[in-house]
Structure formats: C-alpha cells, structure tokens
C-alpha cells in the first residue's frame, strides 16, 4: 500500500462507518408490512363452563416502523383477547381494539374477521349401563343372563351431550368362541363428544354361557318287567311316554331304543293278590339328560291268585298299547 493511500485510509474508513449508520437509521424509520399468527385468547371461564369449540389462531397483518415491529414482535408473544364471552354458540367479530399494538404500528387486516365460540354449562345425570356384546357363542352353547355392576352411573358433560341421554354403553365385548361364562372388567364407550364419568369405579360385566339344551318327547317306551315276579302278576301298561332335556347334541341323537324303562316285581307275592301303584324307573339315559316328565307317571301291577292263570305279554302289550 501506498503511503498516500495510508494516510486516507482513516477518512475511508470513517466514510463507511457513517453510510451505514445512515443506512441503519433509514432502514429503521422504513415502514414495513409483516403478517404474524396470534393465538386467541378468552376471558376465564367458570369452573363448570366448557369451551366446545376450538380456538383458531388468527392472522394478523400489521403495518409500521420496521425496527418497532421488530421489537414487540421479540419483546412479547402478541395476542388477540375477546373482552367476553356469552353462555352458547355465539359468532364474536376481531376488532382492532382487542390487540395492544405499540404507537405507529396499524393493524391492516384479521383473518379470519369473525370467529365463532361455543360455551356451555356443564351437567351431571345418572344413566343406564349396558353391556356392548359382539358376535355369538358357537353352535351348540346359548346366551345366558347378563349382569352389569353399577347398573347405573353417573355422567357429566354439556347439555347439548345429555339431552336425550339414558344409556350408555360399555366397550365391545366378544362372544365369539366363548364357550363358558365371561367375566371382564371394561370401561364405558363413550360415543358423545365432551362426556366423562363423574368416578371412575369399575364396571365388572359377567355374561352366562351354558351349552344349549332342548326337549324332547319320547312316545311308546316300552316298559320293562324286572325280578322273579310271580307268574299270576301282570304289568297293565306297556309303553310310557317320555319328556327328557338336555344338550341338543345329545338330545336329537337320543333313541327310544336306547332307553330302558322298567319295574320291579320282587316284592309282589301270589299269596297278597290284588292291584298295585307302581312307579316305574327310568336309565341308560346318557349323561346330562334329565327327565322331565312321564306318562303315566305311575303303572298298575295286578297280582292275581295261583288259580287265575295270568295273562300273556302279548294281551299286556296290547292293553298298553289301547
């Protein structure tokens, strides 16, 4: 470098630092446009007032000084406030006095311009529970009782959710390929928007599976003579008609053939003639069938003297049968 270029370097220096000193000041009094999203802020609502509308964010687009706009912008989160609120669905318009603004800055547009708010007074109100059953048990098992506890519970939320409200439901609950009684503790399914349980007890739920049972009836089952009967003695009835229940599998498979009913003649004696009540005894029914009813429920057993002669198996059976 030159020497006379050494001597003016101070003055090119100080040169520079004063054009940017004016550029700055320039800069700094230019007024700008600069858009920025605020949040919208309500008044406190009461403690059982619910807000059921969303807040949107609001765009501000604001003019000014550029260097003000920076500071606030940094200095402060801007916020957009409604002065108040009223109880239901109300449309509220953003008006430029619901935004501090420093001096020399001006509020050029709102979007959007009207918002809508929705407030309303929280309610309580007990209800009936019931339980939310899926699909079916499988073939061959029926549905039984179904038992909730607490049969009732309580549930808040806006009137506009309550209003028709009776009965709500618990989560799903399936059925499917359950072949014995289900137990579950589940929670409420609740479908309106803004509700909740007012406690949060468990809702036990208990659902009766049995295998599926039937009846059915049994016409013309022979009836059987057992023992060492006397030879005067005589069975007045020959076949009875039965009722039975049970599984349906074992049920409809069940045939007359395979049942045995029959009555002892062991305590019948020639020498005490006369008619006798007889109640027939009823086995080889399968496991899980029961009878329900027969018909006649009980049988005649004529015991005759030693010079009657007896009648024959085949008039016995015909009597029966008539």
């Known amino acids: 470098m030159t020497p006379q270029r050494r001597r003016n370097l101070p003055a090119v220096i100080l040169s520079f630092v004063l054009t940017l000193i004016l550029f700055l000041l320039v800069d700094a009094e230019r007024r700008d446009i600069q858009t920025m999203v605020v949040p919208l802020e309500l008044p406190a609502l ?20 550029r260097n003000v706009l920076r500071r606030w912008s940094l200095a402060e989160t801007p916020s957009l406030k409604l002065p ?24 050029r547009s709102i979007v959007p311009a009207t918002v809508r708010i929705h407030v309303e007074t929280r309610e309580r109100r007990m209800v009936a529970v019931r339980a939310n059953l899926r ?13 909730v ?7 808040s939320g806006p009137r506009s959710s309550l209003e028709g409200l009776d009965t709500v439901f618990t989560q799903t609950i399936s059925l499917s390929q359950q072949r014995s ?21 468990a809702i036990r739920v208990r659902v009766d599976i049995s295998v599926e049972e ?25 076949a ?32 005490r003639p006369g008619t006798y009540t007889v109640a027939p005894a009823v086995r080889n029914l ?13 049988v005649r057993v004529r015991v005759a003297e030693h010079e009657e002669a007896p009648e024959s198996d085949d008039e016995t059976g015909e009597e029966g049968d008539e």
């Open 84 to 107: 108040e609120i009223h109880e239901g669905e109300h449309d509220y318009t953003l008006r430029d006095a619901q935004i501090r603004l420093p001096a020399g800055v001006t509020l």
């Open 286 to 298: 399968p496991e899980g069938i029961e009878v329900m009813d027969l018909q006649p429920r009980d």
């Open 181 to 201: 009684t289900v137990e579950r503790e589940v929670d409420l399914a609740l479908h309106r928007p803004f509700l909740s349980r007012t406690d949060d007890s």
């Open 149 to 155: 506890q607490p049969a009732r519970v309580e549930v």
């Open 135 to 147: 699909g079916s048990p499988p073939e061959g098992y029926e549905l039984g009782d179904i038992d």
């Open 46 to 65: 009461d403690e059982e007032q619910m807000l059921l509308s969303p807040l949107p964010e609001i765009s501000l687009t604001l003019e000014g000084r």
């Open 214 to 238: 039937t009846v059915r009836v049994l016409e013309a089952v022979p009836v059987e003579r057992l023992g060492s009967w006397p030879s005067t003695a005589s069975v007045e009835v020959g």
């Open 240 to 271: 009875v008609r039965l009722r039975v229940r049970g599984p349906r599998s074992l049920v409809e498979r069940l045939e007359t053939e395979e049942v045995f009913v029959s009555v002892s003649l062991d305590q019948f004696d020639s020498s």
